[in-house]
């Protein structure tokens, strides 16, 4: 499938949604493979944060989807994450992205890890596991 679009809904609001340059759907396990994704998350009806990677699937019956690959994720403060992996589980679950983790809060830190839990509110994160953090003076 090309130029493919997926959102979810909940009573009328729009969860999320993401548009792929192509996605191939195995009707066997319910998952489509995405490339070259682009999406949002939303909170009452606002963009909360953006995030685009080069692959990606979702995944129809748990709803979940699992970003790679330059993975990047821009908050509406500007917060920026980029890491090899994210997870999206749903919309009450923290987003866990793994792998080398860079996250920037414009004018005031950057921060490297290994593992980052995002909460479900988009208003928090803590890292796990070895961390380094750069404050801006």
């Not at 953006?50 to 979702?58: I, L, P, Q, V």
């Not at 679950?93 to 414009?106: C, F, H, L, W, Y």
Request: overall charge negative; glycine content about 8%; hydrophobic content about 35%.
């Amino acid at each position: 499938i090309e130029s493919l679009l997926v959102t979810e809904t909940k009573d009328g609001q729009k969860l999320w949604e993401l548009y792929a340059d192509e996605g191939k759907y195995t009707d066997s396990d319910k998952i489509v493979l995405l490339q070259n994704l682009l999406g949002n998350f939303y909170e009452e009806g606002k963009v909360k944060a953006s995030f685009k990677a080069d692959s990606g699937t979702y995944n129809a019956t748990t709803k979940q989807i699992i970003l790679y690959n330059n993975v990047v994720l821009v908050y509406e403060d500007g917060t920026n994450m980029s890491t090899e992996r994210l997870t999206y589980s749903g919309k009450d679950k923290d987003i866990v992205a793994e792998g080398q983790i860079r996250i920037e809060k414009p004018d005031e830190a950057v921060i490297f890890g290994n593992k980052a839990i995002l909460s479900s509110d988009y208003k928090d994160f803590h890292i796990e596991g070895r961390t380094e953090t750069h404050f801006y003076m």
